[in-house]
Structure formats: structure tokens, C-alpha cells
């Protein structure tokens, strides 16, 4: 989709001219039909209801005939348009179908359609195909389908396989780095459901992002979905002498393999950590640690979260986007990620009437205990002060403009002390939430 942004609430013509390919070597235009005085033969109003997803089943039915579309639309805040052209299964032919559609905001959809001049479809065949479409949105047909993504993350290496349900595993990659902590990738495989091919990307895509975050908070290191960019790499001889700079593409891609879903039991299991919650031990790699493990309750926070309502997946999820967001920054601006673990344990506030002035140490009381709030309170920097200056001053507290010198004999640990502290609270405190499904105490 192309689309442009409209100001006024008033329905505009495209300044540029567009072109899409025509899948025979050329290119055809875009034509915005929403300004034509013509006659349209079909009209069709969608209730309010289904107009959300009724484009996503128009073209959803194009993929089942083979058909591809285009289209430039106008999104507005009061109300959406758009013009779009379908093209049949012969490249460089004809298009079949040209449509045009509105939609207010949160309102019904009104679609008007013709067959295009010397597309070949008749006006019969139109109708079969718009009543098609009513059926697949009526019914709210889905496809599910297999979709294969990565995850990368810095630290020890993901070797075993992990089943979180029957439509979703993490396994590990072909290749891992030559040492053991360094940057990892963990192969996602699920089984996703959506309106057409786009539905079910779209919907992979979220499950990733929400899983992204979910190992985040369980497994207490930063995942994310892997970036596919170009960057400048340095390469070297084999006596270890400069000899270019170069861009290169960076990312993994795993070298063969079938893409579908792997049969269980292909790998061992991933190693099992015994835990004790609330957890608020700081871990580090040991000398025997060859491998990433998971704790032994991991399906359990797992079968948790989906079974979360929409609000409190919705707040989870606000809540560990926080935690990553830490994560990330950590440690090259050392000041906003400790205060984004402050509003990690925030955004747990209960959403109840009279828990608005809540702060962050009435969460944690509330969570894993008072001990934990009395080992914050007594941290040399709090960390509600770091967070409010930073947020609303600018201060850096972590003394991240100043020089830096490795292995300074007279250096202050107590920022490094505290954001490790938060770290862990942050942690026990999300999860604690999910378990409790959701929930605190009304105490607090």
C-alpha cells in the first residue's frame, strides 16, 4: 500500500505520480479513482463492525485467485480512503477490478467497484467475487500457516530445543560463534494465523515482538527481533594485519533447512534451572555454564500470559517494553536505562480507582516484599531520583559525558550497584505480577 496523509479532514489528490510493476518488465501507474464522475455498478456498505478486516479479506481472496492488487490511499484523522486496482494472473494484461472506499474513523466502510475496460471480468463475475469476499468477512475466515523468524540476544548460546506449546518452538541455529558469549540467535518456528498470507506475517510478526518481550523478562536478557541492515565491517589478514574496510550485510540466515515446522525431540531440551520465586539472586556465567538455560517454570509464565485479558496483556507487555527499552540502553546511556526499570515496575500499577499516586516501592512491597523495598530505600542513588531528573532535567547521573578510563583506581561503583539492584527488583516484580495473573494486592 501507498499511502498519503491528508490534513483537514478533507479528501486530497496525490501531488506524485505512482508506479507499481506490472510483473512483465514495466511499470503501470497508479490511478486514484476517488475523484472520477463515473458510474459505479456495485456498492457495498460494511457495517462498523467488520470494516476493520474487510480489506485485509478482499485481499485475501485475490491471493486465492492468483490476483494482485495496488493501491494509494489518504489516511486522515477523521476518516480514511483509498483507490485500489486489481490485476488478473496474466502479467502486463489489463487490470480487472478498480474500487474505491472510505471509511470514518471507528465508522462502517462504504466500497463502490467495476469491472476495468478490457480487464476481461464481467460484471457478473464481479459480484461473485465481491459476494465471496462478504463470506470470507462474515465468517472471519483465517488461514494458519508456518513462519520461521530470529531472535538474537548477547550471551551464552541457545543449543536445545524449547516447546512453549504445540504451535510454537524456539530451537537453536546451525552455526554459533567460535566462544561462548558473544552474540546469539534463537530460531523461532510457529504456526500463525491470519486473514491471508499478510494476516498470518502480521500476526507472526506480533507473536515475535510479544515473545521477544516475554524472554526478556523471564530469562533476564535483552532479546529482540534480529536486524537485517548493512554496516561498515573491518576485515584482516590471517597474521591479523588491517587490510580494508568494507560494507557488508549483517544478520544470520540459517544456510538450509526446510521451512516447516520441526518435528519434537530434534534437539536435546534446553537445560532446566531450578528457581526459587520471588527470584532476586544477581547470576552471573560460571565456569561450567556452556549453554543458555530457562527456568522450570517457564511453560507455566508462558500458559500465563495468554491467558491474560486484553487489558492486563496489554499492561504486561507496557511493562517488559520498559525492560527492554532498559536493556538496550545499557551501556551506553546508563541514566535512562535505570530509569526506565523505575517505569518498568510503575507501569504495574493497578488500574483500580485510588491507585493513580501510586509509586514504584508500594508495587514492590506489594510484589516480593518489604526486604526488598528497605534494600532500594538504602541504595546510595534512589533510583525515583535518577528517574525524575533525568526525565524532566536532562540529568545524567552515570557520568556518561565525562572521560572514561578503564580500570580507574578511585571509580564510585554506586551507580553500577544500583542499576543492578533495580535490574533484579524489576525483574521479580513482572513476573510476580504474572503469576498473580495480573494482579495486587489491595492492600497497597
Known amino acids: 500500500m501507498i499511502s498519503k496523509t491528508g490534513r483537514g479532514g478533507r479528501r486530497q489528490k496525490a501531488g506524485t505520480i505512482l508506479q507499481v510493476s506490472d510483473g512483465a518488465g514495466g511499470f503501470r501507474q497508479i490511478i486514484d479513482r476517488r475523484f472520477e464522475i463515473t458510474d459505479w455498478p456495485i456498492h457495498l456498505i460494511v457495517a462498523a463492525s467488520r470494516s476493520q478486516d474487510w480489506l485485509s479479506h478482499f485481499a485475501a481472496e485475490c491471493e486465492v485467485r492468483n490476483w494482485s492488487s495496488s493501491e494509494i490511499s489518504q489516511l486522515d484523522a477523521a476518516e480514511n480512503s483509498g483507490s ?10 489489463a487490470p480487472i477490478i ?11 466502510l462504504v466500497v463502490a467497484l467495476r469491472p476495468s475496460q478490457g480487464g476481461g471480468l464481467s460484471e457478473e463475475d464481479l459480484r461473485a467475487f465481491v459476494a465471496d469476499v462478504e463470506s470470507r468477512s462474515i465468517n472471519k475466515v483465517k488461514v494458519t500457516a508456518h513462519r520461521r523468524g530470529y531472535l538474537s540476544f548477547e550471551g551464552l548460546p541457545w543449543r536445545g530445543e524449547l516447546w512453549l506449546n504445540d504451535s510454537l518452538c524456539l530451537s537453536p541455529p546451525v552455526q554459533h560463534a567460535p566462544f561462548l558469549a558473544a552474540p546469539q540467535v534463537v530460531l523461532v518456528n510457529s504456526m500463525a494465523s491470519g486473514i491471508g498470507a499478510l494476516g ?26 534480529q536486524s537485517f541492515h548493512k554496516a561498515w565491517a573491518i576485515e584482516y589478514a590471517q597474521d591479523g594485519k588491517f587490510v580494508r574496510c568494507h560494507l557488508a550485510n549483517l544478520g544470520y540466515v540459517e544456510p538450509h533447512g526446510t521451512l516447516a515446522m520441526p518435528i519434537s525431540g530434534g534437539y536435546p531440551s534446553v537445560p532446566i534451572q531450578t528457581i526459587s520465586r520471588p527470584d532476586l539472586e544477581i547470576r552471573a556465567i560460571r565456569s561450567r555454564d556452556t549453554e543458555l538455560s530457562v527456568p522450570e517454570d517457564i511453560h507455566e509464565l508462558y500458559a500465563h500470559f495468554r491467558s491474560l485479558d486484553e487489558p492486563e496483556r496489554v499492561q504486561f507487555l507496557s511493562a517488559g517494553n520498559a525492560l527492554c527499552i532498559s536493556k538496550s540502553l545499557w551501556p551506553s546511556q546508563q541514566t535512562a536505562s535505570v530509569a526506565f526499570l523505575v517505569v518498568a515496575c510503575e507501569a504495574l500499577k493497578p488500574r483500580r480507582k485510588g491507585a493513580k499516586n501510586m509509586d514504584a516501592f508500594a508495587i514492590v512491597g506489594a510484589l516480593i516484599g518489604q526486604k526488598a523495598v528497605a534494600a532500594l530505600r538504602a541504595l546510595p542513588l534512589q533510583p525515583f531520583k535518577i528517574r525524575g531528573e533525568h526525565f524532566h532535567k536532562g540529568t545524567l547521573h552515570a557520568d556518561e559525558l565525562l572521560p572514561s578510563m578503564l580500570m580507574a583506581p578511585f571509580g564510585d561503583p554506586s551507580f553500577s550497584y544500583t542499576s543492578y539492584m533495580l535490574s533484579t ?8 505480577w504474572l503469576r498473580n495473573g495480573g494482579r495486587i494486592a489491595r492492600t497497597i
Open 98 to 108: 478498480e474500487c474505491t472506499w472510505e471509511r470514518p474513523r471507528n465508522g462502517g
Open 84 to 93: 485500489r486496482t486489481v490485476s488478473g494472473q496474466t502479467p502486463g494484461a
Open 200 to 225: 498470518v506475517n502480521a500476526s507472526f510478526d506480533q507473536e515475535m515482538r510479544h515473545l521477544a518481550i516475554f524472554l526478556t523478562v523471564v530469562l533476564g536478557q535483552y532479546f529482540h527481533l
Open 425 to 432: 527488583v524489576a525483574h521479580a516484580c513482572i513476573i510476580e
